[in-house]
């Protein structure tokens, strides 16, 4: 059974930082995986992508996170990361990792990050 399970999320203060993980298994190994990468979901709005990596290619970030974010992977454990600094309340948002395969795409169930200003 494939599961994508996010944590790290929470309330932080605006200019604070946080570190969010997906724990994937189930799927084998995300270094198998054509994309990994992290989308977000304000509410009223609709979910977008924040970052991700391609096969092979050079993480690609949002243009409202460029600069703040980075995503990464730590293959030995099977984890996507994303590390955001610089908060603002406009990151305040539900985060969900995102796996595809050429078959088939993998959403986590999301945590949710609240940026106080």
């Not at 995986?33 to 609709?46: E, L, N, S």
């Not at 730590?74 to 990792?97: E, F, R, W």
Request: some cysteine; hydrophobic content about 35%.
């Amino acid at each position: 059974q494939v599961q994508l399970v996010e944590s790290g999320g929470g309330l932080v203060q605006a200019g604070g930082s946080l570190r969010l993980s997906c724990a994937a298994s189930g799927i084998g190994d995300i270094s198998s995986m054509y994309v990994v990468a992290w989308h977000r979901q304000a509410p009223g709005m609709q979910r977008e992508l924040v970052a991700k990596i391609l096969t092979g290619d050079t993480p690609m970030y949002a243009d409202s996170v460029k600069g703040r974010a980075t995503i990464s992977t730590d293959n030995a454990k099977n984890t996507i990361n994303l590390q955001m600094n610089s908060l603002k309340a406009g990151d305040t948002a539900v985060y969900y990792c995102f796996l595809y395969n050429l078959e088939k795409t993998y959403w986590g169930q999301g945590t949710q990050v609240t940026v106080s200003s």
